[in-house]
């Protein structure tokens, strides 16, 4: 599976972008996807994720309340919206495919086989 990130750019604090994450080679309905970010000088950590089959989120607090992650199916896309956006959401953002199939998202990064090659994110205050 190749992911390919899109939608990052340059946004003023209190905007809006949709990062989408597409997957091609084959579908990735069967996994868990996350997105990850990291910020100059700081480790990759975990922003937000989807189980297999859509059912459950999970988000980091700092996002919590301006972030959505959502996927679409048909597409082989998972987007995740963001909102309300602050200068510490400054960062590279990565979407990844869990390894195992018919499970839920997780923080670790290990458990993820399949990585895009990241979409920056910048905001300015």
């Known amino acids: 599976v190749q992911l390919v990130e899109s939608g990052g750019g340059l946004v003023q604090a209190g905007g809006s972008l949709r990062l989408s994450c597409a997957a091609s080679?084959?579908?990735?309905?069967?996994?868990?996807v996350s997105w990850f970010r990291q910020a100059p000088g700081k480790d990759r950590e975990f922003v937000a994720g989807i189980s297999w089959n859509g059912r459950t989120t999970n988000y980091a607090d700092s996002v919590k309340g301006r972030f959505t992650i959502s996927r679409e199916y048909t597409k082989n896309t998972v987007y995740l919206q963001m909102n309300s956006l602050k200068p510490e959401d400054t960062a590279v953002y990565y979407c990844a495919a869990d390894r195992q199939v018919y499970g839920s998202s997780h923080t670790m990064e290990a458990g993820y086989e399949y990585w895009g090659q990241g979409t920056q994110v910048t905001v300015s205050s």
């Open positions: 080679g084959r579908t990735f309905s069967s996994n868990a």
